[in-house]
């Protein structure tokens, strides 16, 4: 018999991409919507995998529950593993990820933002839609001869600094683990985080987000960056203290930002809430500054994403159940 799997906060996109790949598995699926958590951990029972998205709650009290059922793995079908309590699964459940699925869609998302924030292209959009054809408060800079600072380089981080390279930026990057020859390949010069902070007109973030990461952007951080630097978060919310940043938005030190993440997405990112009060202050907040892009955690949302992430879950699943090593494997 086939293994049976449980997919949780499933949505449209989901289930075709899903369903048009699992052609060539033939597993037996199930789509539920709502995340997975601790009120609905039932429904796992008779099944052998669940997989999940960013909001699921997979806590130890979760695992215990996933384990009585019966569940052998939990795919997950992101990169990021921060909210499953890795400890309380080890030696009981095996957890696979997705760790690279598509980094030319979110480096594009990344420039995307860049060039909407700097141009002042969603205020003209709206602005236009009005009758309102008026210039002022739109000016923007040329990119050319600025300074980019790129505060991680995997692969991500290095097909950004390879773009804005290309449109004649001077760029800094900042690694732990620095790979000196594809900067010196690329002309890109690595240099601590303070250098990165003080000469960088632009800060594009694309680290994991580990105890060492959390609010990495903070007062401290941001009071040593140029007057007017522009903040670009498509990696992981709470990679940036967010009352910090509003302080350094308030103060004109923080010139505009683009954030496809937030710290406390999980309560509203992929959910249409429009018809009700967002009772989150600090997002609220956000949301009315003009110089301020706010996004659902979307740079991954392409086509060619979508369909990488249904293969490489799919296979992770096949790879377990075939007994093959478990390439993309996390564990505490």
């Excluded at 989150?280 to 301020?292: E, M, Q, S, T, Y």
């Excluded at 706010?294 to 007994?323: C, P, W, Y």
């Amino acid at each position: 018999m086939k293994p049976k799997i449980a997919f949780f906060d499933t949505k449209s996109y989901d289930k075709a991409f899903f369903l048009e790949k699992n052609q060539q598995y033939g597993f037996e699926i199930k789509f539920y919507k709502s995340h997975l958590n601790k009120d609905n951990a039932i429904l796992t029972k008779g099944f052998d995998v669940v997989c999940i998205f960013v909001n699921a709650e997979v806590d130890a009290e979760v695992i215990d529950i996933l384990v009585e059922n019966g569940i052998k793995l939990i795919a997950l079908r992101c990169a990021g593993y921060n909210n499953v309590d890795l400890k309380a699964a080890k030696n009981r459940i095996k957890v696979v990820r997705v760790p690279a699925y598509s980094p030319h869609s979110i480096a594009e998302y990344t420039l995307a933002l860049i060039l909407t924030l700097n141009r002042k292209i969603h205020r003209a959009y709206n602005r236009t839609r009005e009758g309102n054809f008026a210039l002022e408060g739109l000016i923007g800079f040329e990119m050319n001869g600025k300074t980019a600072g790129i505060i991680g380089t995997g692969k991500i981080g290095k097909i950004v600094a390879q773009i804005l390279k290309s449109m004649g930026m001077n760029v800094l990057v900042y690694d732990l683990y620095p790979d000196t020859e594809f900067a010196e390949k690329n002309g890109i010069q690595y240099t601590s985080l303070d250098e990165l902070y003080r000469n960088s007109d632009i800060i594009s973030l694309h680290c994991p987000l580990t105890k060492e990461t959390e609010y990495l952007i903070n007062k401290d951080s941001i009071d040593k960056m140029k007057e007017g630097v522009m903040i670009i978060n498509t990696g992981r919310g709470k990679l940036i203290n967010t009352k910090d940043l509003i302080e350094g938005l308030k103060d004109k030190k923080v010139g505009c930002a683009g954030l496809d993440v937030y710290e406390e997405e999980g309560d509203y990112f992929y959910e249409d809430y429009s018809n009700i009060v967002i009772d989150d202050d600090i997002l609220a907040r956000l949301l009315i500054f003009n110089n301020v892009i706010v996004t659902s955690h979307q740079a991954f949302f392409t086509k060619e994403a979508l369909s990488e992430i249904a293969r490489i879950t799919l296979q992770n699943i096949q790879d377990f159940f075939d007994g093959k090593p478990l390439v993309n494997e996390v564990s505490a």
